[in-house]
């Protein structure tokens, strides 16, 4: 099936730093969205990509669904400390009935 | 408010024991999705309905079962056959039409352990 490679797994934020991931795949997505998931809950949706090429932003979180619809990232600036919490992408693909597949996660965390 | 109630928050269970999770939705949505989270990993699909009285296997649907007599509700049963069922479980609904079919509402999850 469909793989997402997410990356980083795992990094450190500094308040008021611009941080940066994506998530890449063989495979080209007709639909790329972004979760992200606090301890103990269940994820919520922040951005939604329909579009090759589209960037969307949600306050201080940009999206870009990439231009080869192989690959998404997900940008936030000026980050806080509640911005801690593991982000997924996910992808659809029409082909395959619109089935979601998620990436392995990024979680970010608060440096000490 | 509308949303996805699941529960119990945390459950355990003993080995050969079957157990049901609840997922009740007020948003009126017409698909509902089971997904088990594991550690440092993504979610990874158990079931899904996307009409009532109709259901079908995701990706690790062996040891589970599903049903869906109702719009509100799709019950997960962790059967004895699952073999590594301690996971973080989740529920999760769509309006299902429209094209937006990942945009997913997801409950609070369920904490599964088996001792």
């Known amino acids: 099936g469909q793989q997402l490679n997410q990356s980083p797994q795992s990094m450190f934020i500094q308040e008021g730093e611009d941080v940066s991931m994506n998530c890449t795949s063989s495979?080209?997505?007709?639909?790329w969205l972004w979760y992200k998931q606090d301890p103990g809950e269940g994820p919520v949706l922040l951005i939604a990509?329909?579009?090759?090429?589209e960037l969307t932003s949600n306050g201080r979180l940009t999206a870009q669904f990439g231009i080869t619809r192989k690959d998404s990232f997900l940008n936030i600036s000026a980050s806080i400390p509640s911005d801690v919490g593991i982000y997924f992408c996910a992808g659809q693909i029409k082909a395959a009935g619109n089935k979601l597949t998620f990436g392995g996660g990024t979680r970010v965390l608060v440096k000490p | 408010d509308g949303g996805i109630t699941q529960s119990p928050k945390y459950l355990f269970r003993k080995e050969g024991q079957n157990v049901t999770l609840s997922c009740e939705q007020n948003?009126?949505?017409?698909?509902m999705y089971w997904y088990r989270q594991d550690p440092g990993q993504g979610l990874r699909l158990i079931y899904y309905?996307?009409?009532?009285?109709?259901?079908q296997k995701g990706d690790i649907a062996e040891g589970y079962s599903v049903s869906r007599e109702k719009k509100e509700s799709f019950p997960l049963t962790v059967t004895s056959a699952q073999k590594n069922p301690t996971a973080f479980y989740l529920c999760?609904?769509?309006?299902?039409?429209?094209?937006?079919?990942?945009?997913?509402?997801f409950g609070e999850g369920s904490r599964l352990t088996v001792l």
């Open positions: 990509l329909y579009k090759a090429g």
């Open positions: 309905s996307q009409i009532v009285n109709d259901f």
């Open positions: 999760a609904s769509t309006r299902g039409a429209g094209g937006r079919t990942g945009e997913l509402f």
């Open positions: 948003l009126n949505h017409d698909a």
């Open positions: 495979s080209i997505f007709n639909t």
